[in-house]
């Protein structure tokens, strides 16, 4: 090879950086732009629930119910208790004055009374009773739980206390509580609370003994992260999706505990005015009339159905939504 092929190659091989490349300059204005949105985790979450069909299904029809149980008795109120409680024709099927027709003769609480108000004041004091007591679970779940998972020191006591609990019936206790207390709003949420916090308590202890001595809580811990912060940045964030579906599950399980309540007599008094969808249940149920007059027994469930099915369903949406594994 000569030397002016040497010289080719070379000259090849090195060229000045301006022929490799083209200065094209910056921009103070384009280096602050992005090339697509900051990520948000409730915007994400956002975007994964309404992606479903069924999900805003669901939500229409709960906040349906939830403008009846406001608004319904405003629409065609009948007075259903005290001396001067409006009273009907027993059996009466829909019509312009009782749009959900009145209750059988032989009923024992609502005969000869307009459903249409019945049932909207009782679905209105069931929810409002249900998401007080679901509140106050997820509450206690979630403080209980976390300290029992990150203090083991906790486990004897607590253990121990899931242990009795879980081998005495709920009902036993609820029978014998109702001999000292009279029935009223705070005596049920109380006897719903008593120890409905101990399944969700037992759950989050269990996954953050999972996930507590990963490495970046190792390293935190060796950073000097206090027990607090621990908790709160580092375990529970990991379990927004579980707790977020806890708490729209508990709403029907808490309808469906009172629903048992009233069934026993343990529920709220009709001397009061306290109607519930349990104590309605119960007095259809309690006659055969409602198998000669079905709409007796088909307008409550009208109403606890969807309101059952509703947020199971949307309980499980969140679950999928709240994960980020399932965002971009």
């Known amino acids: 090879m000569n030397h002016n092929s040497i010289a080719d190659i070379d000259s090849t091989m090195y060229h000045s950086v301006e022929d490799l490349f083209t200065v094209v300059g910056a921009s103070e204005e384009n280096i602050e732009k992005l090339t697509s949105a900051p990520y948000s985790y409730w915007r994400e979450t956002m975007k994964q629930l309404f992606k479903k069909p069924l999900a805003i299904v669901c939500m229409v ?15 065609s109120y009948h007075e259903f208790y005290g001396p001067n409680a409006e009273k009907f024709d027993a059996n009466l099927g829909w019509n312009a004055v009782n749009w959900f027709g009145t209750g059988g003769s032989s009923l ?4 000869k009374l307009d459903l249409w108000t019945v049932v909207w004041v009782g679905t209105r004091l069931s929810l409002v009773l249900a998401t007080v007591v679901a509140l106050i679970n997820t509450i206690l779940g979630i403080i209980i739980g976390s300290l029992w998972g990150y203090f083991r020191k906790l486990d004897p006591i607590l253990i121990e206390l899931r242990n009795f609990i879980s081998n005495i019936p709920d009902l036993l206790l609820y029978f014998l509580l109702m001999q000292f207390l009279k029935p009223s709003f705070w005596v049920i949420v109380f006897l719903l609370c008593m120890f409905g916090w101990m399944g969700l308590a037992g759950f989050i202890r269990n996954q953050i003994i999972i996930i507590r001595n990963r490495d970046y809580n190792i390293a935190s811990q060796t950073l000097g992260s206090s027990s607090k912060a621990m908790i709160t940045h580092n375990l529970l964030p990991y379990l927004v999706s579980v707790i977020v579906t806890v708490v729209s599950t508990a709403i029907p399980a808490a309808v469906s505990s009172e629903v048992g309540l009233a069934f026993f007599g343990l529920s709220f008094s009709m001397s009061t005015g306290d109607i519930t969808l349990g104590q309605l249940l119960t007095d259809v149920t309690s006659t055969g009339e409602w198998l000669d007059n079905i709409n007796l027994l088909i307008v409550p469930l009208i109403v606890l159905v969807p309101l059952t099915v509703t947020f199971f369903y949307l309980g499980l949406v969140l679950a999928d939504a709240t994960d980020p594994k399932n965002h971009r």
């Open 61 to 75: 029809v709960l906040l349906l119910i939830v403008f009846f149980t406001i608004f319904g008795p405003m629409m």
């Open 108 to 111: 024992k609480q609502f005969a």
